[in-house]
């Protein structure tokens, strides 16, 4: 059964906060579901589904129903995927709605890394031990940046992908972000700024990462039926796909991510083509995050990521494909390390014709939102959304 | 930029039952990988189930030690280190350290063999890989 059409996402809400020192996590995941239900035009009493993953506190759904006052669910997942854990709960809600489960379905994002002064891309993580690769990674310093970086030398190496071809992703995301009064690096920067910023994990300088920040954010998901009954803009899910990348025993290949199978999935149940979408949401963990989802999702030719991305062609305006016109993980926010659900709130504030007028997309009535999970040098979860206005 | 002074001292692994005999292994000098006895498909990190056939049980055993570099990046710590991926010349890619060099001069497809150096705690030996 495919769930083209099944569902809708009537409420979006990005928290304002970047820092949220007087915050508790549980508190912001309160705080962003009562944004979006209320964006919605809906209230808690409504919520008959519940979605979160590994930042919600506690034993995931169990703590946060308690906590927010959920008594009424009928459907209830806790699919953890990293990062992009939130687009795979849209497809998700979608089922359970084609099915007859639920009709209102909440998700919610919200961590406090910055509060808590978390290392997060640079300090090698122990892990438990129980999880079967730690053994084989720690010891040898695996954290999130030099993992992406070891993608990013390889694509250099395979495809002449250059650090100044990565720094334009970077570029393009600030000239987005300085229309965002909530972003965290709302100045311009140059190609030379990202170049010549200090290296992190080489090649990878530190304006090739994404921003940590405190925050969250939460969606709203109803069958057409509700969301025809609501007075906001209707946005209906027209394909998803989802799946994981991993090593393979050894056979591991760093120089494409999960988004070739399941952006491959997504277009094929939404019956339309890369040249069809008006905007995209890609997630930016890292520039190298960006260059490699673009190709995977057929945006451009395998390898030919590093002249898709140059001379701002993802800049709103002036590109052929406007991306993450809210600044992104890379300027804007990047809540509790995962950017899965700003990546569908920005779409969604493109597709209702809600985003900065600066940056505002014309006519955009057909997006998709990619997601990664997890490292794209060792496992991922990869999932895609695309999503269109009625 | 040279490998600097002090080396980075790796983090002791914490083997499981399942997985000792490749730690003792590496305090032989070996470094060991997973084969299926009925397909002779190698794998690794090693495991008693195969990742790639559903028949057929798997054997540990020792790897040559040659390989090639097939990425890595310098990790610009207060400890600098080389991270990496090796092919190995039994066909897996595993990630490891480069050590023992020019960080400078490492470059993807540089031909490496292993070493082992010591961990924290105990000295266990990590299999590490250093240019030929």
Same mark, same amino acid.
């Given at each position: ?12 809400y990005e928290h304002p906060t970047r !820092? ?8 912001? @995941? ?5 944004g ?38 009928? @459907? ?12 795979? @709960? ?11 489960? *639920? ?24 892990? $438990? ?49 300085? @229309?965002?009064e909530h ?32 925050g ?14 609501? !007075? ?22 760093? /120089? ?56 701002? $062609? ?16 890379? *300027?804007?926010n990047?809540?509790? $390390? ?33 997601? /990664? ?18 | ?42 794998? =690794? ?35 600098? =280190?080389?991270?990496? =991926? ?47």
């Open positions: 059964m495919s769930i083209r059409g099944k569902a809708c996402i009537v409420g979006a !820092k949220a020192e007087d915050k508790s996590t549980a508190q912001l @995941h309160a705080e962003v579901a009562l979006a239900l209320r964006d919605a035009g809906l209230t808690r009493r409504d919520v008959d589904a519940y979605f979160c993953a590994g930042d919600a506190p506690g034993m995931g759904p169990l703590s946060m129903a308690d906590y927010i006052g959920l008594d009424r669910l009928k @459907h209830v997942d806790a699919t953890d995927l990293g990062g992009c854990s939130y687009l795979a @709960h849209v497809a998700h809600a979608a089922e359970a709605i084609a099915l007859g489960k *639920c009709s209102v379905a909440l998700i919610t994002l919200a961590g406090r890394p910055r509060a808590e002064g978390m290392a997060t891309g640079t300090a090698p993580r122990a892990g $438990n031990p129980a999880q079967p690769d730690v053994q084989f990674e720690y010891p040898y310093g695996a954290a999130i940046a030099n993992m992406y970086a070891m993608c990013a030398r390889r694509h250099m190496y395979e495809f002449g992908t250059t650090s100044e071809q990565l720094a334009w992703i970077k570029v393009a995301a600030s000239h987005h972000a300085q @229309h965002n972003a965290m690096l709302r100045k311009v920067v140059t190609v030379e700024d990202v170049v010549n910023s200090p290296l992190v994990a080489d090649p990878l300088h530190r304006l090739d990462c994404c921003v940590i920040s405190d969250g954010g939460a969606l709203i998901v109803t069958s057409p039926e509700v969301a025809r009954s609501l !007075k906001r803009p209707v946005v209906t899910v027209r394909g998803a796909g989802e799946t994981v990348k991993h090593q393979m025993g050894g056979q591991l290949d760093l /120089t494409y991510t999960g988004a070739r199978y399941s952006g491959a999935r997504a277009f094929e149940m939404a019956g339309v083509r890369p040249a069809d979408i008006k905007y995209a949401s890609i997630y930016d963990s890292f520039t190298i995050t960006v260059l490699l989802q673009l190709e995977d999702l057929g945006f451009c030719e395998r390898g030919q990521g590093g002249k898709f991305v140059s001379d701002g $062609n993802l800049i709103s305006g002036v590109g052929k494909l406007p991306f993450n016109t809210d600044g992104g993980g890379l *300027c804007n990047h809540p509790a $390390n995962r950017g899965g659900i700003t990546k569908v709130i920005e779409a969604v504030r493109q597709l209702r014709g809600e985003a900065h007028p600066a940056v505002q997309v014309k006519n955009c009535d057909l997006a998709l939102a990619h997601g /990664t999970g997890g490292s794209l040098g060792t496992r991922h979860g990869s999932a895609t959304l695309i999503l269109e206005r009625e | 930029m040279s490998e600097q002074t002090p080396k980075r001292v790796p983090p002791s692994p914490t083997p499981d039952v399942s997985t000792r005999p490749f730690w003792d292994a590496a305090r032989d000098g070996k470094l060991l990988i997973g084969r299926n006895t009925k397909t002779g498909k190698v794998h =690794y990190p090693p495991r008693p189930i195969c990742p790639f056939d559903d028949e057929g049980e798997v054997e540990f055993v020792p790897a040559s030690g040659e390989g090639t570099i097939y990425t890595f990046s310098i990790m610009r710590a207060k400890v600098p =280190y080389a991270i990496a =991926y090796v092919e190995l010349a039994e066909g897996p890619r595993i990630m490891t350290n480069i050590v023992d060099c020019d960080f400078d001069r490492i470059e993807v497809g540089q031909k490496v063999r292993v070493t082992f150096v010591p961990s924290e705690g105990d000295g266990q030996p990590v299999p590490m890989f250093t240019p030929v």
